[in-house]
Structure formats: C-alpha cells, structure tokens
C-alpha cells in the first residue's frame, strides 16, 4: 500500500490524512505538540468547505455542531445597518448552509474519523526532502507523499520553496473569545467602523463566539487585552460592550498572510496544504475551508498512487487546480479586509454604496460571493 506522511494535525492536515485514507493511503499523521489545537474560538465553515466535508463523510456531525444564523449582517457602530443578509436566502442560493463551530470540537470530529493509530502527537518532523524522506523525532521514513501541512511558518515551505517570502504582516491584530449567550435576542452581525471591526456569532454549544481586528503595530500586546477591547470597541452598539466585559479569556493574534504564495504547491514527493501553502487573511473567513478544499483535491489526484511518473503529473494537477483558486480567494479576501479598514469619508461612501447594493437586491450581495461559495467537490 502506498504510504503517505502528514506533517502537521491542523485542520488542515487532519482533513488531508481523512481524505487520503478514503482513498486507500496509509497514512502517518505527525504533529508536533503534544495535544491536538483546542484554540478557544469559533470557526465559520462555508458551503463550500461543508461540502467537502461531505465527501470526507463528516459534514453531518459538522452541521450537528453547528447554531442556525438568522439575519446577520453589517452595521455601523452605532448599531445601524449597512448591508443585511438573511440565512436562509444564502442557504438557498448556495445549497448549504455557514456553520459555525468551535475550533476544537471541528479538530475532534476530524480526528475521530482517523484510523485508530493514524496521529503521532508530540512528534517533530525535523527534516523533510523533495524525495520523500522525512525526519522525526520517531526516526526516518521515506514516503511515497509528503503532505507539508504545517501552517502560516511551515519550516517545509521554507525549505523547498527558499524563494518565495515568509508570512508578512497584514497591519492588523486580532482578538477572539467565546462567551456564555447573553439574556435576550441577539443579532448575530459584523460591525464596521473607522478601520475597527467587531463580530458576533452563535455556537452550537449555545455560546457566542466573538473576534475583532484593528490597526496596530506587529507583535503588540497589552497588559489586559479585555481592557484594550473596551477601550476600542466598547463605545459601540449593544451588545458589545456587555460581551466584552463577560470575556474571561482572550487570544490575541496578529494577522499575516503570504503574499504572493509560492507558484507552485508541489515539488518532487511533496505537496503543500492549508496556511502552509496560502495562509490568507481572515475577512472572507475561508483559510481553513481553503485548506479543506485542498486536502479533497489533493486525494483526488493522487488517487491512483502507482508509481513516480504518475503521482508528479498528480502533484501537478493539483498544484494546477489549487494554485489560481486559492489566490483568488486569498485577493478577494485581502479586498474585502481593505474595505472594512476604511475610515473617515471613504468609509462614508462605502456604507452608501453597500446600502444601495442591498436595496437593489439580497441576491447582488450574495451573488458576489458565488465564486468562492458555489465550489464543488471533485466527483
Ligand atoms: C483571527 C482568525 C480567524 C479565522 N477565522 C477563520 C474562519 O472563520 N474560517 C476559516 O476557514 N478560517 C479562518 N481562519 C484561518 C484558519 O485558522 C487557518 O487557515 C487554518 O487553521 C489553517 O490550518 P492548517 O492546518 O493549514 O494550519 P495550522 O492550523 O497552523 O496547523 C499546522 C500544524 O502543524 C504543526 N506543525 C508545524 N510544524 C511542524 C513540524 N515540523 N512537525 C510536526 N508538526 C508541525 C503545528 O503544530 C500545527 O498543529 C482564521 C484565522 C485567524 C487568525
């Protein structure tokens, strides 16, 4: 049986290391923390990515994790609306629904659906080379595919692709936290205003899961980064400034993203997946659902692993297919990233302009995200 080593047990590598063992693989997942990630935040799932969940036969517990949004939207600061979208007409015209799950429990439903055996935590890969071999701290294997998914750092893109740049500063910072669901109704929204944004949204678990991303300088910190929030967002509508005064933990993390990604996600045995080969900012909140469209692609094309002639003209399939996708997700992201940084009159205008946009239609808004919603699973 043909043998495939995974470096890395994010989403990404977790949902490679399913859809290969769908395919036939025997696979090796390596991951170098001793515990699988249990970031305490939420995680939007679009209908493409629930999708290809699907094809790796865990979209039904994914759902199941899941709350129903109802209207959601983007308001102003001071709680009016720039744009509404209702739920169910982007679930009717995309055939899925967003979900949205915490982190953990998405790293747990994949990870369950492994091969008992198939996780290797709290080993390092240390070295990996084009032709296979790969270095842990377990010892030294030579694989037939080596799946390099090892995040935003990932020391194999470093190694294989030297010329393509690291991970550049996006010029923001981010917070997330989840919260226990406050008395009353709550309207799920982004809010927008002078280069801030703030976002609420429902867990599963009844819980509310919250981000926010502002300019500010890299690798910041502050000494309560609860009290930095208040001080920056805690003017705005309710109920934000009672969610933040409820958050007991939160993770503060700037954004970066690879710009440009390297030209190619291959090279010799070696493919790259997920934020090692396209970690994108997170406005269109697709990095993980890209990552998961990559891990379905990738077991497609190797489906056949019969020898070297035909997995490098798989490689280059898939780097084929993957390389435009994820660059066009990845702009359209840093798009709309630069648009909810705008302040002052620019932002005036877009807010206009976004109002006129609704009123012309739900369907105009919702239709601008076909390109990325609307993908398909191979098959
Ligand atoms: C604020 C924020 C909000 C986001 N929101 C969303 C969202 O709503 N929806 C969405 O789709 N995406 C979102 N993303 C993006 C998403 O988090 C990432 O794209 C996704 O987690 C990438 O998964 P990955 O498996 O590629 O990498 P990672 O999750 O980084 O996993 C890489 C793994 O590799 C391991 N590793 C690294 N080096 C080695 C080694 N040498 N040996 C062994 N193991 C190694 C690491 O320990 C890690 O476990 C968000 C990102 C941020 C910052």
């Known amino acids: 049986m043909a043998e495939a080593v995974v470096i890395g047990a994010g989403i990404g590598g977790l949902a490679a290391a399913l859809a290969l063992q769908r395919r036939g693989w025997a696979v090796t997942v390596v991951e170098r923390a001793q515990a699988l990630e249990d970031v305490g935040a939420g995680l939007a799932v679009a209908p493409n990515a629930v999708r290809a969940l699907d ?5 039904e517990p994914v759902r199941a994790l899941a709350a129903l949004q109802g209207t959601a939207g983007i308001q102003r600061p001071d709680g009016r609306w720039i744009s509404r ?13 967003t979900v949205v799950v915490h982190r953990a429990a ?32 377990e010892g030294t294997t030579t694989a037939d595919l080596v799946v390099a998914a090892d995040g935003l750092r ?18 923001v910072t981010s917070w997330r936290f989840i919260v226990a669901r406050p008395p009353g109704e709550l309207v799920l929204s982004e809010t927008w205003g002078e280069g801030k944004v703030f976002g609420v949204v429902g867990l599963g678990d009844g819980r509310v899961y919250c981000y926010a991303t502002a300019p500010a300088p890299p690798q910041g910190s502050a000494a309560d980064e ?15 400034p009672g969610l933040i005064a409820a958050a007991d933990s939160v993770i503060r993390t700037d954004i970066r993203c690879l710009d440009p990604a390297p030209p190619t996600f291959h090279k010799g045995r070696v493919a790259l ?9 997170p406005n269109l909140g697709q990095g993980a659902c890209q990552a998961i469209e990559d891990a379905v692609v990738l077991a497609a094309h190797v489906r056949t692993p019969d020898g070297t002639s035909s997995l490098s003209r798989a490689l280059a399939a898939y780097s084929a297919e993957r390389v435009p996708r994820t ?3 990845a702009a359209a992201s840093r798009r709309i990233g630069r648009m909810a940084g705008l302040s002052g009159a620019a932002a005036r205008l877009r807010n206009t302009g976004m109002l006129l ?16 919603l609307a993908w398909r699973p191979p098959g």
């Open 55 to 59: 094809s790796l036969g865990v979209g």
């Open 85 to 97: 979208t209702d739920a169910a007409a982007a679930e009717a015209r995309f055939g899925e629904p």
């Open 106 to 137: 998405l790293v747990r439903v994949l990870a369950e659906a492994l091969q008992p055996g198939t996780l290797r935590l709290g080993v390092p890969a240390s070295e990996v080379s084009a032709d296979g071999v790969v270095v842990t701290s």
């Open 154 to 171: 990932s020391g194999v893109r470093a190694k294989l692709f030297p010329e393509t740049a690291g991970p550049i500063y996006a010029g």
């Open 226 to 240: 609860r009290a930095e929030l208040a001080r920056l967002f805690g003017g705005w509508h309710a109920p934000i």
């Open 273 to 281: 997946l997920g934020d090692a080969a396209h970690a994108m900012t």
């Open 327 to 329: 660059a066009a997700v």
């Open 357 to 372: 946009a609704g009123k012309l239609g739900p369907n105009l808004v919702l239709r601008q995200m076909d390109p990325v």
